[in-house]
């Protein structure tokens, strides 16, 4: 089917469709709607060649690809990079948790948004964001670490969703339940977030809610029996952060028992990180069609360990990859995570061949979509999907000939070769930054605005090792 009246034409590119099917040299077209109306091999047809110069884009031979999709984001993060530099995960939770515990809705509007930009500008179009719900972190030396119990304002995790709506960037809005064995609480508290989320479910932009699970650090197996009674009232995904770090594995392990007694698992369950599993863990996992979100850049910044990525692949595990948190990951490289990653396996393996340069990069668009369940509308340059994708220069820096698309794309290029990013058939950055600079620059401004204050009020712990003072800091 060929839409003669496309909002946009995209000619003379050498795609990537992620779809299952082979790279092309062709041309593709945007419906109205946003969304891939058709595509092809060789010169569209002559029905809509000749459409207005003003929805033609010639990208002269460039690569184009899907925008990324991070399946586990936590956009708040963006202003806190560079810090806990040397910190396991307890200790980066706790040194960035100082941020958090005092900022006010406004606040952590602006972090959120922050990291929204922050991913368009690398080409990471649609995000699976674990919002900051407010609540603190309590580390234990022998356990794991606990979220405080209480019932937070759901102003501030709603914040966060207005965020990504006014950045345009796609997203599932992950929310964590209120940390209280009180039914009627945690039904109040999520009878309100739902509610409040209604608002924006027609933007296109929001592709839903999802559940962010709390079992890795919450105080009994209720927690685990509140989520599977969520999930299976809204069909929500649920990811919770499981077996992420070494420190009580063995005690963290035993918690999987809690899913499994409530009935949690299946294709709606992904584990985020999933490092320290055992074989009952990983048989039962695949039994029940489950899934894990990989975040090997992060993985390997705070020491948590390497996922056996073929191993779970093998067991018939879906995966997809995120970029984790801009603080943990510190950049929004989607390349560089997808690099990191394959260097991790290969080394671990001693064997090249356990993960493919292709296949890495379906992890980090396809499979983060269908991870997540939004593959019918991101992921892959198939008919139907929305039209979020990137145009890639090779040879902006020159990276010599192209013999490989999937070999250049995923193992020499990076964000210095992006020259263009759409979502929905518009152009949203352009290799330099953000189409729209006036709004970065104020979002930027914000940022720092609001890190400044938040900082200026924490006098706890303003001589700690990680926050030296000094010109430079700010
Ligand atoms: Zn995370």
Not at 13 to 28: H, I, R, T, V
């Amino acid at each position: 089917m060929v839409d003669a009246r496309p909002r946009l034409l995209v000619t003379n590119g050498l795609f990537l469709p992620m779809d299952g099917s082979p790279p092309f040299e062709g041309w593709m077209t945007v419906g109205k709607d946003g969304r891939i109306s058709a595509r092809g091999d060789g010169p569209p047809p002559a029905g809509i060649a000749g459409i207005a110069d003003r929805r033609q884009l010639d990208v002269g031979g460039r690569i184009v690809a899907p925008g990324f999709v991070s399946a586990h984001s936590h956009l708040y993060s963006s202003g806190l990079r560079g810090l806990a530099t040397d910190d396991a995960l307890d200790g980066w939770l706790a040194t960035t948790g100082r941020f958090t515990v005092g900022a006010s809705p406004e606040a952590i509007y602006w972090m959120a948004r922050h990291g929204a930009q922050d991913c368009l500008i690398n080409g990471v179009t649609t995000v699976y964001d674990f919002c900051h719900n407010g609540l603190t972190f309590q580390s234990s030396p022998t356990g794991p670490a606990r979220v405080a119990a209480a019932v937070p304002s759901v102003d501030y995790q709603h914040a966060q969703l207005r965020a990504k709506v006014d950045a345009g960037i796609r997203h599932l809005h992950s929310v964590m339940l209120a940390q209280a064995e009180d039914d009627d609480a945690l039904r109040a508290h999520l009878d309100e977030t739902m509610a409040r989320a209604a608002d924006t479910a027609r933007h296109p932009s929001h592709l839903g809610l999802a559940l962010t699970g709390t079992v890795q650090w919450a105080g009994g197996p209720w927690a685990a029996r509140a989520e599977a009674a969520v999930m299976s009232k809204f069909g929500l995904v649920n990811q919770p952060h499981f077996l992420e770090t070494a420190h009580a594995a063995r005690l963290q392990r035993a918690r999987f028992r809690w899913y499994q007694d409530a009935g949690a698992l299946g294709p709606a369950l992904v584990f985020g990180h999933f490092i320290h599993t055992d074989e009952r863990i990983i048989e039962a996992t695949a039994a029940a069609g489950g899934g894990m979100a990989w975040q090997p850049a992060s993985n390997g910044r705070l020491g948590s360990g390497v996922a056996d990525i073929p191993r779970y692949r093998d067991a018939g595990i879906r995966i997809g990859m995120g970029l984790d948190g801009q603080s943990s990951g510190d950049l929004s490289d989607p390349w560089a995570n997808m690099r990191a990653g394959l260097y991790m396996q290969r080394a671990a393996h001693a064997d090249p061949t356990c993960l493919g340069a292709a296949e890495v990069l379906a992890l980090h668009t396809r499979g983060a979509a269908e991870l997540i369940g939004v593959g019918h509308d991101v992921g892959s340059l198939a008919v139907g999907r929305y039209a979020d994708f990137l145009v890639v220069d090779p040879a902006r820096p020159d990276t010599g000939p192209v013999w490989d698309p999937y070999g250049t794309y995923t193992l020499a290029c990076g964000p210095r070769n992006l020259v263009g990013v759409y979502v929905g058939g518009t152009l949203v950055a352009d290799g330099n930054g953000l189409v729209d600079q006036l709004t970065a620059a104020r979002v930027n401004d914000q940022l720092r605005g609001q890190l400044a204050r938040l900082r200026a009020e924490d006098s706890v712990g303003r001589d700690r090792r990680c926050l030296r003072p000094g010109p430079a800091f700010w």
